[in-house]
């Protein structure tokens, strides 16, 4: 019996000096089959042990063994789970939890916005354009009836890339690209990316977005830019809106209007409104009944056909309905902003 308590104190010893040295699963499997395995293992010796001793020694003996082969698988499943990559912690994972999406990403607001206002367009039959931000003169300002020198070319100035070259001040120059290669009937909107010499400040940016609109058929009138454009800024911003057009000037429209919506911020109430001036008025968009000469220069005939046309900018009204204090925000790439926008 002494024999056995002593081998067993030898065997423990020597279990942990051997476990300080494993470091992996094969080393792991090799120290349990020295100590548990059946043929050569220590705890066999162990009960071989065992049968040398006499009836009455038998159960305390059997006890301190199963003692000790508690004490190694112990040791055994604390070594386990200090292994790289085989912790028990790894073992536990819960795999009805769900889990974890990543950031995908997703549309930026005046993309978004730009999408509602595409909708609500092709639901009316409007089929979408595009062109280039790189423009000549002539489609950014000639075709479109502003001569060289004209005054009205100072409220568009740009950046230019040679005398003859320069980044598009407006979609416009779009609606000439369109009619020279399509006849009537058109009816499109041409949404994309302007730019303007321009400093910055909270509502003005030296690049930003407009959409365009042009319909050109026969027996286009007023009325049917008024009507259209009404139910477009109801759909957008409320069936009951109250939109207002004021006379105005545009080279490339004649009459030409300039159309305001009600304040949506402070629903006319306000008279220290910040964002309507107390006016209870935001203007929101130009727009017109295409001048004749505009038609001459891409040979439609004026006699023939009428049509209206329309240009709005997308982020200035993306600010308005998000209630945005700043356009900059728009282009600061800052998470924490752009994410709001797209809580799914
Ligand atoms: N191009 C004008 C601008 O950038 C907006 C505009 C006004 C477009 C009247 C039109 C229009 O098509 O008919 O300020």
């Not at 508690?70 to 292994?83: P, Y």
Request: charged share 25%; aromatic share 12%; with cysteine.
């Amino acid at each position: 019996m002494t024999n056995l308590k002593g081998k067993i104190e030898e065997y423990k010893k020597k279990f942990a000096e051997e476990s300080a040295r494993v470091r992996d699963e094969k080393g792991l499997a090799e120290l349990r089959n020295e100590f548990l395995g059946r043929k050569k293992g220590c705890l066999t010796s162990l009960f071989d042990e065992m049968k040398g001793l006499s009836a009455a020694e038998k159960p305390g003996a059997g006890l301190l063994i199963n003692a000790f082969k508690d004490h190694i698988q112990e040791k055994l499943t604390l070594l386990e789970g200090g292994l790289p990559g085989r912790g028990r912690a790894a073992r536990s994972i819960d795999l009805t939890l769900p889990g974890r999406s990543l950031y995908w990403g997703a549309p930026h607001p005046v993309v978004l916005f730009q999408q509602e206002i595409e909708n609500i367009f092709m639901g009316m039959g409007f089929a979408i354009e595009d062109g280039p931000e790189i423009e000549t003169d002539y489609y950014n300002f000639e075709a479109l009836n502003f001569p060289p020198h004209h005054p009205a070319r100072d409220s568009w100035d740009t950046l230019y890339i040679t005398d003859n070259l320069l980044l598009r001040t407006h979609t416009s120059p779009v609606q000439i690209r369109v009619m020279e290669k399509k006849k009537p009937p058109i009816r499109i909107i041409i949404p994309g990316r302007v730019y303007r010499r321009e400093t910055t400040d909270p509502t003005h940016l030296p690049m930003f977005y407009q959409v365009e609109g042009l319909v050109v058929d026969a027996g286009i009138t007023f009325a049917h830019l008024k009507g259209t454009l009404e139910y477009f800024l109801r759909t957008m911003f409320g069936e009951k809106l109250k939109v207002r057009f004021r006379p105005s000037f545009f080279p490339f429209t004649e009459p030409s209007a300039e159309v305001d919506i009600e304040c949506i911020v402070c629903g006319q109430k306000d008279k220290s409104c910040r964002v309507c001036g107390g006016t209870g008025w935001k203007e929101i968009l130009g727009a017109g009944m295409v001048d004749p000469q505009v038609f001459k220069n891409v040979n439609i005939d004026p006699e023939k056909y009428s049509g209206w046309a329309f240009g709005m900018g997308i982020d200035r009204t993306a600010m308005l309905s998000y209630q945005i204090p700043e356009m900059r925000f728009f282009y600061e790439n800052d998470l924490r902003f752009l994410r709001q926008f797209n809580l799914k």
